[in-house]
């Protein structure tokens, strides 16, 4: 099973609908990400957490909320769909000590029309 | 976070090696430099980091300049698999309000058979 879990894989939904994009991990890592990625650029942070209390914007936070509903679980939120927020979305996560690599799930399509 | 430059895109022969360059000349003494590299329709996936001293694992080697303002990532004999998106990153282990990875546009490696 991968240790990263991203659903769903795959939506497509219209302009104004609110989405949930959900992360689970079984990697034990306290911090999670998200971060959304255009055709042709590199990948871009949006929030991220390093535990169930503590939630940080990242770079392009505007139209977006998260929830961490526990240590495992970092769901991502779009209240209001716009198209421009069509994009991969890919959660990681990471351990807390020291510089150690992020974990990558495997991703979310999503088309807004 | 200090800015990388990575040429656009790199073709290499199947068995043959191959080196991957990444500028970094605004490099400060706390960043680590690390490779992540993308498959197609895939997350990120860790390869390889650094700080000062040539590091080797099982899937590559990278080699740092004496004076940290460039690095290269060595795969030593690529195969079609190796055929992704590279990104060479730079993480401040003092930045502690992110410890997320910036991501800039990668060098695409073609692998031909």
């Known amino acids: 099973d991968a240790d990263v879990t991203q659903t769903p894989r795959n939506r497509i939904t219209k302009t104004g609908k609110r989405i949930m994009l959900e992360c689970s991990q079984t990697?034990?890592?306290?911090?999670m990400y998200w971060y959304r990625q255009d055709p042709g650029l590199g990948l871009r942070l949006i929030y991220y957490?390093?535990?169930?209390?503590?939630?940080n914007k990242g770079e392009i936070s505007d139209g977006y909320s998260v929830s961490r509903q526990a240590q495992a679980k970092f769901s991502l939120s779009l209240e209001s769909a716009i198209p421009n927020q069509t994009a991969l979305y890919f959660c990681?996560?990471?351990?807390?000590?020291?510089?150690?690599?992020?974990?990558f799930g495997p991703g979310t399509r999503l088309t807004v029309l | 976070d200090a800015k990388t430059t990575q040429p656009n895109s790199m073709e290499s022969n199947e068995e043959e090696p191959v080196h991957l360059p990444c500028n970094h000349s605004?490099?400060?003494?706390?960043?680590?430099i690390h490779w992540y590299r993308q498959l197609p329709s895939q997350g990120p996936e860790y390869v390889i980091h650094?700080?000062?001293s040539n590091v080797n694992n099982r899937m590559a080697s990278l080699a740092i300049a004496e004076d940290r303002k460039s690095s290269t990532l060595i795969l030593h004999r690529a195969t079609l698999r190796d055929a992704a998106v590279y990104y060479c990153?730079?993480?401040?282990?003092?930045?502690?309000?992110?410890?997320?990875?910036?991501f800039g546009k990668g060098t695409t490696l073609s692998v031909s058979s």
């Open positions: 990681a996560t990471r351990d807390f000590a020291g510089d150690n690599e992020q974990f």
């Open positions: 990697k034990g890592h306290d911090r």
């Open positions: 957490s390093f535990d169930v209390k503590d939630i």
């Open positions: 605004t490099i400060s003494g706390t960043d680590y």
């Open positions: 650094g700080l000062t």
């Open positions: 990153i730079l993480r401040d282990l003092n930045n502690q309000a992110g410890t997320a990875l910036i």
